[in-house]
């Protein structure tokens, strides 16, 4: 389920071999002094029934790539990389990239900082 600002995805079940899982994704725009405009992002839930907490920020300019280290996040506590909380419901993503596009005024064929890509470990 998706709304602005805020991604949920669940596996109540033992479907498809996965292992149950409940997942929030809340992201925001915060401004850092040294680093300019950055997207927030918060990965919360419980996966095979351990909770968990990921929280990191991206760069203006790669916000977009916010699919890679969110599925990186969820991986590292046990969900399959191919069963990441992004993609499965490819309108949803369509949502939060328009979402994050919106909150954060940015403009198709703007440039990107390669510097950028190392910060933000992608």
Do not use: W
Request: glycine share 8%.
């Amino acid at each position: 389920m998706f709304k602005p600002g805020h991604l949920h995805r669940a596996n109540p079940l033992d479907l498809l071999h996965l292992p149950k899982f409940d997942i929030d994704v809340f992201y925001e725009v915060r401004r850092d002094p040294v680093e300019g405009v950055l997207m927030h992002f918060k990965v919360v839930g419980t996966i095979g029934g351990r909770e968990f907490c990921e929280e990191f920020d991206m760069h203006r300019d790669t916000a977009f790539n916010f699919a890679s280290p969110i599925t990186k996040a969820v991986a590292k506590h046990g969900l399959p990389l191919n069963a990441g909380p992004i993609m499965p419901e490819h309108t949803e993503y369509d949502a939060m990239f328009e979402d994050i596009r919106l909150q954060l005024g940015a403009r198709t064929g703007e440039p990107v900082d390669f510097d950028h890509l190392d910060k933000d470990g992608l």
